[in-house]
């Protein structure tokens, strides 16, 4: 983390703050891993420290350390309120625009506190006094190993906020075999076991604690695959019906996504998962190698994220949007086959 910005927060941090912290919405492991860990560092310097999501997370996160702890918007809605109204400052976690927080974007707009940004996506908004945003790590988990060690304060370092880093770091890597992996994000995790976390458990929680019915919905999933070899793409719909059928939790279909880019050949993947509440098709991308799905969730689909991971929507319903999908990707063919 660049001196300047240590020395801003720093200053930010002399005397004890009444804190709120931000993750996005559909909080991840990431989100709640870089809130919670962030949450008891800041605690141990002696600020009055609160988590805030704007709606609730999966079971699968549901052990973490300090989940208890977190207020959702969606759930508590004036108490979430008061937190900000009483803010001298708000962390926002994982994410770099108001637009990712769903319904508490306006009260994000309207909060008179101080914002820092901690943030690994591309394009990062201009709303934060301290914006601490690096496209190039991991995770916004390893990011608050590295604010930590940038004020100082590695002395801190609890099993506590080493087990919430290493599950966010964990997450968002794949199991530390996505490309943002590198030799810094080891020693860093390395470091975190040191600490007090537990690999092996942290993975049982998040990754072996599926229910008989994700597991059927996955495979209705991987039976609903399209492979386009002419694209090098493969892509899974599924239907409100379908997440019904198998008594869909928030979370459920977490990393199917994945299934499809395991396909031989296959460089850019997409699930379409109809949400009939929202009135939405939501969409996630992923790439392997130089094509962009951010720029394609941005472009196309109202969204955004990484290069190799994206997210986005359509209002169209799940055929037309299948549909439309197919005729946008006859543009990108020389990108699509030529992709190294
Ligand atoms: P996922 O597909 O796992 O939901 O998200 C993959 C990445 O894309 C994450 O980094 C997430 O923050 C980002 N992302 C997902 N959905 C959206 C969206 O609707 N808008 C934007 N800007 N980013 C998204
Ligand atoms: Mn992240």
Known sequence: MDKKIAQQVKTFLQTPQNIVIVGHKNPDGDAVGSCMGLYFFLKSLGHNTQVVMPNDYPNFLKWMPGNETICTYEKETEKCQQFFDEANIVFTLDFNSFTRVGDLQGVLENCKANFVMIDHHQAPGDYAVVTYSDVGMSSTSEMVYHFMAGLDR?????????????????????????????????????HLMEAGANGTQIHNNIYDTNTPDRIKLLGVALNNMTILPEYNTAFITLTQQELDDHNFKKGDTEGFVNYSLSVLGIKFAAIFIENKQENIVKISFRSKGEFSVNKFARAHYNGGGHNNAAGGKSDKNLEDTVTEFISILSNYKNALQNNA
């Open 154 to 190: 590695l002395d801190l370092l609890s099993e506590n906020i080493a087990t919430n880093l290493y599950t966010g770091i964990m997450t968002d890597t794949g199991s530390f075999r996505f490309s943002s992996t590198t030799p810094t994000t080891h020693r860093v995790i390395a």
